[in-house]
């Protein structure tokens, strides 16, 4: 998500929000999906230690833990894919994928950029959607298998805002634009050429390897996350809109079709089926907002039904402005989304303004949900209290909160489930942004906190940029995580099996 959206609202505010966490059940996926065993079962995690940091850190780890430095915006070379050096690294690196390769890693990367970026995703043949726009896109990282760098090498180019996404069950990335302009749009000094808003498929492989076509079928609207259901023949996507609450749409593959590898081609704008979710209350109506649902429901599931989009690729209208309040459920900020074997886990990132929440329901500061397939409930499974003393003015927030600082969290973002079983989380905050564990055994701890000042506000408090794409390695021995601006991308090692189980 694009920086600021809070921070700039409320510099240096003092941070006092905790977590109220629950069972979550987590995964303990091995693959693209796991069987949903919770670390109760036989777990052996512990807690980690407080976050310490020498002078001049860029992170704050646990003792025992270490990072390096694998991808710097404007700092390490990126190349075509053939061997040619065309510029630098692109900043505002967001959702990540990894993937196995036969020398070590692959990381795909988005880049959530606009039109005209100052340290754009540049256009390499073969991997271009709108010749129009230079601005975001992906870029794949090769790192060896201690995560040390290789190369790095443009995978989607002439994209705009890639911000969040998912991984698919034939190993490639799934990279959703956070847009809705229109071809025709002048932005950034530049005129589209084509239509935006659409996820699509980026292959691990090479440049000569991409389909940089839209998955049109999946809508047109302002994409966060994609997660294919193991059926192989639904997929959901969270949207993450900037005016009017967005929606959890489904999409259902037309009869005899299952998702693959370059569906892209497959599919047009009208095939199969989208849905977008309704939650229902203990009274049988809908629930209108998410936001009504707070810390004392924590674990009740909520009956869910779909109802078919009007215009998936809104010709005139916002797919989520083609249906009245009151008709579908609503949420700010529906952020990153990964699944296992039976559901999917999502991040409602905040509702804390007016225009944020109808009037009658409670402001929070973040909610993680999961979503039960089979059984097509809803349930909240952590909750992150409103906490005024988060958003005011007050300066120096970093001393106030002293001790505490490691547990003030706000602002999930990106998520993904770990091959140890709990939930790794991206911070987006107020102040400190960090990378969290979450489970049902310990709840909610801080694995790595961002040091890196994005810029100093005018009331003398320190202002840090999101952490995003936590991602381990299938067997969970490197995790790689992101600062978005400047723009630097991490490998942090260290003894996660001691501590996750």
Not at 87 to 115: M, S
Not at 390 to 402: K, M, Q, V
Not at 452 to 468: D, K, P
Request: glycine residues 12%; hydrophobic residues 40%; charged residues 20%.
């Amino acid at each position: 998500m694009t920086l600021s959206r809070r921070q700039l609202m409320s510099r240096g505010g003092v941070a006092g929000a905790g977590a109220v966490a629950i069972g979550l059940g987590l995964s303990s996926p091995e693959s693209a999906f796991a069987d949903n065993r919770g670390p109760s079962q036989g777990s052996t995690a512990k807690l980690f230690p407080p976050l310490r940091a020498p002078a001049g850190a860029l992170l704050a780890l646990p003792p025992g833990f270490s990072y390096e430095v694998v991808a710097e915006a404007g700092v390490t070379d990126l190349q075509d894919g053939a061997g040619k050096i065309i510029g630098k690294t692109p900043d505002r690196t967001d959702g990540t994928g990894v993937f196995a390769h036969a020398k070590g890693y692959r990381l795909v990367q988005n880049h959530e950029l606009g039109a005209g970026a100052a340290l754009p995703v540049p256009q390499v043949l073969g991997t271009t959607y709108d010749a129009g726009v230079t601005g975001g896109g992906c870029t794949v990282v090769e790192v060896d298998r201690a995560g040390r760098r290789r190369v790095e090498w443009v995978g989607l180019s002439g994209t705009l805002n890639n911000c969040a996404g998912g991984v698919t069950p034939w190993g490639t990335w799934l990279t959703c634009e956070e847009t809705e302009a229109k071809a025709g749009t002048i932005s950034g000094g530049q005129t589209l050429a084509e239509d935006h808003g659409f996820v699509f498929e980026v292959f691990p492989d090479s440049p000569s390897a991409q389909v940089p076509e839209p998955i049109r079928a999946w809508g047109r609207f302002a994409h966060e996350a994609a997660v294919v259901a193991p059926n192989r023949r639904q997929v959901y996507l969270t949207e993450d809109a900037s005016s009017r609450n967005g929606l959890l749409y489904r999409w259902t593959a037309p009869a005899g079709y299952r998702v693959h590898a370059g569906l892209a081609k497959d599919l047009d704008g009208n095939q199969g089926r989208l849905d977008a979710l309704i939650v229902l209350a203990p009274d049988n109506s809908i629930l209108p907002d998410l936001a009504y649902v707070t810390s004392a429901q924590i674990g009740r599931p909520f009956r869910t039904r779909w109802i078919e989009v009007p215009d998936r690729q809104a010709a005139s209208t916002s797919v989520r402005e083609q249906f009245a309040d009151g008709e579908v459920t609503r949420s700010k900020k529906l952020e990153g989304a990964w699944g296992d074997r039976h559901g999917l886990y999502f991040a409602a990132s905040f509702a804390i303004a007016a225009s944020d929440l109808p009037p009658d329901a409670t402001k929070h500061d973040g909610q993680i949900w999961y979503y039960n397939y089979a059984e097509q409930t809803l349930t909240l499974k952590a909750y992150f209290p409103y906490n005024p003393l988060l958003h005011s003015e007050t300066p120096n927030w970093e001393a106030t909160i002293g001790n505490s600082l490691d547990l003030a969290f706000d602002g999930p973002d990106n998520v993904h489930v770990s091959p140890y079983g709990s939930l790794i989380i991206a911070e987006d905050g107020n102040t400190a942004n960090h990378l969290i564990s979450w489970s049902d055994e310990v709840g909610a701890q801080a694995i790595a906190r961002n040091l890196i000042v994005l810029e100093q506000s005018s009331l003398g408090g320190n202002v840090y940029a999101e952490m995003t794409g936590p991602t381990f390695t299938p067997k969970g021995s490197l995790l790689f995580a992101n600062v978005q601006q400047p723009g630097h991308t991490f490998v942090i090692r260290g003894p996660w099996r001691r501590y996750l189980g």
